[in-house]
C-alpha cells in the first residue's frame, strides 16, 4: 500500500476546501449586541490551521465507501469544538500563550472574557452543526446519535477536559509515563480517535471496520501527540505559529521531558507503524489515512 505517487497536499486541501464551504456558509453573522463574540469566534475559526480531525472524519467515511456530502456538517461540527479548545487553551488561566497559528489569540486580539464566551459558543455551534437538518437526512438517525454521543464523550470530562485538568494539575511536577500517557489519551487522541469513528459510524461502517480504525486512530493520536512534544522543542516557530520552548518554560509533563528526544522520536515512529498497520485490512483505500499517519511524523523532520 504505497503513498509515494499520492498527492496527500492536494487531497487535504481538498476535503479541507470543503468543510470550509460549510463553516464558512452556515457561520452566524456578527450581527446585533452580541456581535462581537460572533467576530472573535470567527477570527479563531478563520485563523488557519490543516483541518485535520473533520478531514479525518470525510477520509473514514471513505473508506467504508461513504460520501463526503453526508458528513460534511458533522466534519464543519467537529473543527468547532476543536477551534473552541484552543481559544480556551491559550487563556492566562490555561496554557497562556499570546499567538496561535501565527496570530495573536482570541484573547489578546479582543479581551478574555470575549475568548471564554467565544469558545462557549463554538461549542454550541458544533452541536448545531451535527443535528443540522442538512445532516440529519442524510444519514441513519440512530448512527447519528451514536456519533455525537461518541463526540460528547470524547470531549466532556472522560475525555479532553479531564485531560486538559490533569495537564495543569501535573505543571511543576515530576511524574512517569503512566500519567503521561493518560494525559494524552484524554486531551489529545480521544477527539481525533472520535472523529475518525464518527466519520466511520455515519457511513454504517462494520463492527470489524470500527475496530480497525479505532486502533488507527488511537496511535494516530499519540503519535500526534508526541510529535507536538518534540515540535516545542525542536520545531521552527515560524511554520508553528507560536512559540517553541513554552511546554519547558511551564515546566509541562512532555515526552522529551520524561524519556529525552532520542526515545520520544522512537515512541512517535513506533506508533505511526502501529497506525498504518491497524490500516491493512482496507488495502488501497486506506491510503489516504496512511498517508495522514506518515503526514503527522514527518511534521518532525
Known amino acids: 500500500m504505497e503513498t509515494k505517487n499520492f498527492d496527500f497536499f492536494a487531497y487535504l486541501k481538498r476535503k479541507a476546501e470543503k468543510v470550509e464551504k460549510v463553516l464558512t456558509e452556515f457561520f452566524p453573522q456578527p450581527k446585533g449586541y452580541g456581535g462581537r463574540v460572533v467576530e472573535a469566534a470567527s477570527y479563531s475559526l478563520s485563523a488557519g490551521g490543516k483541518r485535520i480531525r473533520p478531514v479525518l472524519c470525510l477520509a473514514s467515511c471513505e473508506v467504508v465507501g461513504g460520501r463526503d456530502e453526508d458528513v460534511l456538517f458533522f466534519a464543519a461540527g467537529i473543527e468547532c469544538i476543536h477551534t473552541y479548545s484552543l481559544i480556551h487553551d491559550d487563556l492566562p488561566a490555561m496554557d497562556d500563550d499570546d499567538f496561535r497559528r501565527g496570530k495573536p489569540s482570541c484573547h489578546k486580539a479582543y479581551d478574555e472574557a470575549t475568548a471564554i464566551l467565544a469558545g462557549d459558543g463554538l461549542q454550541s455551534l458544533a452541536f448545531w452543526f451535527f443535528t ?48 503521561l500517557k493518560w494525559i494524552h489519551l484524554h486531551k489529545t487522541v480521544k477527539l481525533i480517535e472520535a472523529s475518525v469513528l464518527a466519520g466511520a459510524l455515519l457511513a454504517k461502517a462494520k463492527k470489524k471496520e470500527l475496530q480497525a480504525l479505532k486502533s ?86
Open 132 to 179: 443540522h437538518p442538512e445532516q440529519v437526512k442524510r444519514v441513519s438517525k440512530s448512527a447519528l446519535l451514536k456519533a455525537i454521543h461518541l463526540i460528547s464523550q470524547a470531549v466532556g470530562f472522560e475525555g479532553m477536559v479531564g485531560g486538559q485538568m490533569a495537564d495543569l494539575l501535573m505543571e511543576g511536577k515530576k511524574a512517569g509515563l503512566k500519567i
Open 216 to 301: 488507527y486512530a488511537k496511535h494516530l493520536g499519540m503519535a500526534f501527540q508526541i510529535v507536538d512534544d518534540l515540535l516545542d522543542v525542536i520545531g521552527d516557530e515560524k511554520k508553528l505559529g507560536k512559540k517553541n520552548l513554552s511546554d519547558l518554560k511551564k515546566q509541562k509533563l512532555t515526552y522529551p521531558s520524561v524519556v529525552g528526544l532520542e526515545k520520544t522520536r522512537e515512541l512517535a515512529e513506533i506508533h505511526t507503524q502501529k497506525a498504518i498497520s491497524a490500516l491493512e485490512p482496507f488495502g488501497e483505500k486506506a491510503i489516504p489515512l496512511r498517508a495522514m499517519a506518515e503526514f503527522v511524523l514527518k511534521r518532525v523532520y
